[in-house]
Every structure is written in C-alpha cells, then in structure tokens.
T-cell receptor, first 114, second 113 residues
Framework: NAGVTQTPKFRVLKTGQSMTLLCAQD?????MYWYRQDPGMGLRLIHY???????AKGEVPDGYNVSRLKKQNFLLGLESAAPSQTSVYFC?????????????FGDGTRLSIL | GENVEQHPSTLSVQEGDSAVIKCTYS??????FPWYKQELGKRPQLIID?????GEKKDQRIAVTLNKTAKHFSLHITETQPEDSAVYFC????????????FGTGTRLQVFP
C-alpha cells in the first residue's frame, strides 16, 4: 500500500517552461489537495478536489491549474513557470466523512525555477 | 477567512524536558485541529488531532488541549527525546469535510541530548 505518491521528486525548470506534477493515491480517497511549502510560511493550499471531475481554488491558486480526470490522480500544472514558484509541493488526500478527516501527504516535489 | 498563528517559531529543550507549542485561530466556526510533524526532507505526518467537542486528548507522550473560548490550542510533548526533533505544524478547519485546512507557520523543535 503506497499511500500518496508524487512524481517527480525533483525538477529544475527555466522561467517560462511548463510542467505537470502528478499525484496518485491508492486509498480510494474522495478528496485531494495540492499545497506549496515555503520557508517560514507553512503549508498553503493551491487547489483541491472533492471528487473526480471537480476542482476548486485554494489560498494561492494563481499561476497553477489542476485536473482530476480519475479519482486516484490529481495533476498540478504550471503553464509558464516563474521564479516565485520555486517551492516544495505536497499532495495530500483524505477520505469522505461527515466531518473533516485526516489528510495523508505524499513525499513532496522539490521544484526550482531558474 | 481563518487565520492560524503559531508560537514559538523555534524551541530548544533538553532531553527529558517538556515542550509546549501554542496556536491561536480566528474563526469561531473552526472545530477540527490537527497537528503534523515534519522531519527534515520528509512529508508532514499527522501525530494527533482534536475536535471541538473535547478539551484534551492524549496519546502516550503527546497531548493536545483546546480552549474554544479563547480560540487557542496547544501541543504538549513530555519526556522529550532526540527523535522528537522536527518541525511541528498546527492547523484549523471548519466542521465539514469540504472546509479547508489552514496551517500555522511551524515550530522547529530541537531536543538536545
């Protein structure tokens, strides 16, 4: 049982390039999230999804797009990378319940934009 | 929207001593408060959580207390060990599964042997 798997683990991009980060979970969780983590700023929510085919904006959505075509996968896209998007990106998932459920995180993707 | 403040940003303790990390939140509707531990270069991992219908929860050496009136909650680690060294994050969220988690900025705990 792998839990939440993120690919790639590391990536270096040049300004203006595009890329997609992949998150896969094998826990049959309904909800999935993308966060970015910057020094001294904790985890900030970029986008999230409450089910297959749905997405919603979080705290810091600008410059990112997401898609949830399959329940187990949640993709984060950067159309035109900027140095301000240098960060560690974490994906998380949680199960459906009447109340808020614990989120399970992946190992992260360290992204550098030059 | 919800705002979570966490203090202190760094905390150094001697092995065996206790450590306390405090968080305050702004939205009185928040009722779910998890704590995550993140070791260097690793993923955040849930260590304990509490809901607003209880005031305290314990799990071996860790405990969390919640004061809804004052809108603050705290993590207590007793008999600290070097392996407790990590960054700890608090978070707060509303009552529904679709409510977003808002994280504090983290506390770096160092436990010296």
């Amino acid at each position: 049982n792998a839990g939440v798997t993120q690919t790639p683990k590391f990536r270096v991009l040049k300004t203006g390039q595009s890329m997609t980060l992949l998150c896969a979970q094998d826990m049959n969780h309904e909800y999935m999230y993308w966060y970015r983590q910057d020094p001294g700023m904790g985890l900030r929510l970029i986008h999230y999804s409450v089910g297959e085919g749905t997405t919603a904006k979080g705290e810091v959505p600008d410059g990112y797009n997401v898609s949830r075509l399959k329940k187990q996968n949640f993709l984060l896209g950067l159309e035109s990378a900027a140095p301000s998007q240098t960060s560690v990106y974490f994906c998380a998932s949680s199960s459906l319940g009447d109340t808020n459920q614990p989120q399970h995180f992946g190992d992260g993707t360290r992204l550098s934009i030059l | 929207g919800e705002n979570v403040e966490q203090h202190p940003s760094t905390l150094s303790v001697q092995e065996g001593d206790s450590a306390v990390i405090k968080c305050t939140y702004s939205d009185s509707a928040s009722n779910y408060f998890p704590w995550y531990k993140q070791e260097l270069g690793k993923r955040p991992q849930l260590i304990i959580d509490i809901r607003s219908n209880v005031g305290e929860k314990k799990d071996q050496r860790i405990a969390v207390t919640l004061n809804k009136t004052a809108k603050h909650f705290s993590l207590h680690i007793t008999e600290t060990q070097p392996e407790d060294s990590a960054v700890y994050f608090c978070a707060a969220s509303g009552p529904y599964n679709t409510d977003k988690l808002i994280f504090g900025t983290g506390t770096r705990l160092q436990v010296f042997p």
